[in-house]
């Protein structure tokens, strides 16, 4: 079973000064930002970071003109005539073709320091997709988030909750129309195979947020909508429990741990290999030693029983006690507040 040690440790290492309040939970960063200040005339740029996991360009395009972005391969292309970030080109190569428009800063990735105890329970989500197959169905509309900042490249998770257009995260994931500008919604981010440790990047649907519609510290919850819906639609949807979940309810957690391709913890050895289920309850909170890390923030806790979200995950603690160092808030303290938006 793995879950986070400190995350105060994790906030002081991770977040600038000044950023949040002392001890409260923070995005995981897995990637790094840096002024660029390039022109585009002509030939493609290429900007090449070695063992970089993707790479991210912010634009400056005039009016009346366009950047057509690749991959090393060509596979992945997008052309944008507006200013702004791109969508994330996974690998360690972009290459960028435009006869006036100018790269302003760029952000690449890297894999995110892991801090944990115990045994790793979680694994590829398609590993469950015949022994378990509607709780692999439920997974579909589970989503990573991928966060550019001045300080850094950030990661959590997020979901779709309703048939529209809405997602919900975590607040400290993001909780601004400033941050979401940075935001990249991907969804089916995951391995093809169950013992695959790759993703097929032609299969990976990108979304932006489209406006924040509410937000929470506490309970820590951000719910925004997202563009172009119809995109996403197919993934299926999430509904929030409206009743207190019990303690001993076996759930699962669909994730993208450390920004991982998506994981499902369903078993946990702390629990003698048994299933993950809720081992505490307070008047906020859901308790579990169900493997989570960070980037994890803002996955759903599904019960097994309903296959309704019982708590969004918001905190990784200590492996110490039974009822669990993980923690949620709960789904019946969250719908009262967001059910006017759904």
Known sequence: MKVLVSALLLSALLVPAGTAAAGQPQATQDGVVAAAAQQLAGPPVTLHYPGSQYVIAQLLVPPGSSVEVTDATGRQRRTYTASGWTYSVEGDTMLLTSSSARIVRTARGFRPGEKLCGDEDF????????????????????ARLRMVRPEGVFVCTAWRIGEGDRMLTNNHCFSTEDQAQGVEVQFNYQCGTCDSTTVDTEQVIKVRPAGILTTRTNPDFTLYRVSDPGTIAHFGYLELATGAADVGEPVYIPQHPAGRPKQLAIHDDQLGGNRCEIGGRSATRLHYTCDTLGGSSGSPVLSRNSHKVIALHALGATCLGTSGGNSGYRSDQIHPLIEEYL
């Open 123 to 142: 694994r590829n989500v398609t590993c469950y997709a015949k022994s378990h197959p509607w709780t692999y169905e439920h997974s579909k509309a589970v």
